[in-house]
């Protein structure tokens, strides 16, 4: 427990759900970044002024009508005087905003694939201000001017309107949000698998390393040993569990990763040939050949001498065979894990929606990292 919980990936995560979920609002100033903010939360926290540039500092807000783990950051107006075109970096989603009034232009264009570049697919574009097109359906017009435009990289795109009692997409805004902010982290939360996953094959590799030490310092040549190949084979079933949901484990599932595992064996075989049995029986004849040629040294001392100097060189081949054929196997089947989508989702959605407190997040990420 103590180990896992001094790893830089659970730090990582603790930090993020104790400092919440951020959702950075970006967009030329007047385009309704703050008025939006405060249609969300329900009420006004956000200031909301026709003078440019009113919002001059990254102001968080808490979204209790979205989650108790979300906070929306309220960003200056890009190229508002005195300030740069400059992000918002620390967020997990930009929520980009594209005045109606004044439409898809090239700066807006401009803006986005910085923010693509920065952001990859973690965006949404809202066409702000809808109540200012007459008819309100025009902004369709520029929703598809957009997709037009972006083609495969257009984002989600909303039309909505913040003011009172007149609100249109806020909800459908809300909801963009949160599933942008579940795929951000169920990204997050598989990275976290993989590493774990690395972790625990790795500890699998070395526990079979001692097995094969042990068998080595034996002296008795590899190709006598059967428990070798026994010991091998297990280590690449154990690394193929490994890879697996452990919860969702059946008789099949292990019987297959049996099979796995000996195919894979038998496959290092065939593919190191003639090398996998120099290893073999390389070690056994090296350690009779320095046991003759110590006779001529002196008899008794200078053939334990050279018997010696045999075991240890069958210990370092048994060593480097086993590591080879472990890491080999880690590799394949750590970059092919497979992780139920939906035990991410309903994570990604208890992460979400805040639902972790902060007392049981250790537990909660140690459960989560062991069960799945």
């Not at 790795?202 to 526990?207: F, G, K, L, T």
Request: aromatic share 8%; glycine share 6%; proline share 2%.
């Amino acid at each position: 427990m103590q180990n896992f919980r001094n790893t830089e990936s659970t730090k990582q995560l603790i930090k993020k759900l104790r400092e919440g979920l951020k959702i950075a609002f970006v967009g030329e100033v007047n385009s309704g970044k703050s008025s939006t903010v405060n249609a969300i939360r329900g009420e006004e926290v956000a200031e909301v002024s026709i003078i440019t540039g009113s919002t001059v500092t990254d102001d968080p807000y808490e979204v209790p009508t979205l989650s108790k783990a979300v906070k929306i950051i309220d960003t200056p107006g890009l190229r508002a005087p005195g300030t740069d075109v400059s992000f918002y970096r620390g967020a997990d989603l930009v929520v980009y905003f594209v005045n109606a009034a004044s439409g898809w232009t090239a700066s807006n264009k401009t803006d986005f694939f910085i923010l693509k570049q920065i952001y990859a697919s973690h965006i949404v574009i809202a066409i702000s201000k809808i109540d200012t097109v007459p008819p309100r359906e025009d902004w369709l017009k520029i929703k598809h001017q957009i997709e037009r435009d972006l083609g495969h990289s257009s984002p989600k795109i909303l039309g909505i309107c913040s003011l009172v009692a007149q609100e249109i997409g806020i909800e459908e805004l809300k909801e963009a949000i949160a599933r942008g902010l579940e795929d951000s982290q169920k990204a997050f939360l598989f990275n976290l698998i993989l590493r774990s996953k690395s972790k625990d094959c790795a500890s699998v590799i070395r526990e079979t390393m001692i097995k094969v030490t042990s068998l080595a310092a034996s002296g008795i040549p590899i190709h006598e040993i059967p428990k070798f190949d026994e010991e091998i084979i297990q280590m690449i079933h154990k690394i193929i569990l490994a890879c697996k949901s452990i919860s969702n484990l059946t008789k099949e599932d292990i019987e297959d990763a049996e099979l796995q595992a000996k195919n894979f064996y038998s496959e290092f075989h065939q593919e190191f040939g003639w090398k996998f049995e120099f290893i073999k029986w390389g070690t056994g004849i090296s350690k009779l050949v320095a046991g003759f040629s110590g006779t001529t040294v002196s008899l008794g001392f200078g053939t334990a001498a050279g018997y010696a100097a045999g075991v240890v060189l069958q210990t370092l081949c048994y060593v480097i065979c086993a590591g080879m054929i472990g890491y080999r196997a880690k590799k394949l089947y750590v970059d092919n894990v497979r992780v139920s989508i939906h035990e991410l989702e309903n994570f990604a959605k208890k992460m979400v929606k805040g639902l972790i407190s902060k007392r049981n997040l250790e537990n909660f990420i140690r459960r989560f990292t062991t069960e799945i």
